[in-house]
């Protein structure tokens, strides 16, 4: 059982490149989410899926976007990166939605925007 | 909009000895759920709390659910090097029609001295 798991685990983006973080998930879980980790500020909330074909907006999803064909996989898409885009990004799933149960969180993609 | 906080934002414990951190929540919430994050890892779901007043133990960490739903904390006891990382409360508010909203504190960073 791997869980979430997210692709890559480092990546370094000039401003203006576009990129798609990966996320995948094998426990059959609803809902999926993105967050953002940036030093002293805790885990932002960016976008988020209740379900395959359901996709909505987070707290700071400016930047980004978000699809969700299957219950698997839910990427998330950078249009063109700035340097404010560089974090720590995490893909977190749960069986049912925020707050309801635990969330499960894949190993995070590091982001460098140059 | 919701807000919550965590005090104290880095923590310097005595291996051995105690400490406890405090979330509080400018609303009431539904329920109330702690992670841990060690170095260069992803958060992992320690507990949630759902009811006014609850108190639970897993082996040295205490985590107690204020009366009022609005704070909460996390005493650990006998602090160990196996503690070190950044414990994060995640306060979670119900919308009706919309489910819950979870909302992440900015964590509190434990360094354990030897």
């Known amino acids: 059982n791997a869980g979430v798991t997210q692709t890559p685990k480092f990546q370094v983006l000039k401003t203006g490149q576009s990129m798609t973080l990966q996320c995948a998930q094998d426990m059959n879980h609803e809902y999926m989410s993105w967050y953002r980790q940036d030093p002293g500020m805790g885990l932002r909330l960016i976008h988020y899926?209740?379900?395959?074909?359901i996709t909505d907006q987070g707290e700071v999803p400016n930047g980004y976007n978000v699809s969700r064909s299957t219950t698997e996989d839910f990427p998330l898409r950078l249009l063109s990166a700035a340097p404010s885009q560089t974090s720590v990004y995490f893909c977190?799933?749960?069986?049912w939605g925020q707050g309801s149960s635990p969330l499960h969180f894949g190993n995070g993609t590091r982001l460098t925007v140059t | 909009g919701q807000q919550v906080m965590q005090i104290p934002q880095y923590q310097h414990v005595q291996e051995g000895e105690d400490f406890t951190t405090y979330c509080n929540s400018s609303t009431t919430l539904s329920n109330i759920q702690w992670y841990k994050q060690r170095p260069g890892g992803h958060p992992v779901f320690l507990i949630q709390?759902?009811?006014?007043?609850e108190v639970k133990k897993q082996k040295r960490l205490t985590f107690q659910f204020g009366e009022a739903k609005k704070n909460s904390s996390l005493h650990i006891t006998a602090t160990q090097t196996t503690d070190v990382g950044t414990y994060f409360c995640a306060g979670a508010l119900e919308i009706k029609a919309a489910g819950n909203k979870l909302t992440f504190g900015g964590g509190t960073r434990v360094l354990v001295k030897p």
């Open positions: 709390l759902v009811k006014s007043g």
């Open positions: 899926s209740v379900g395959a074909g």
């Open positions: 977190a799933s749960s069986y």
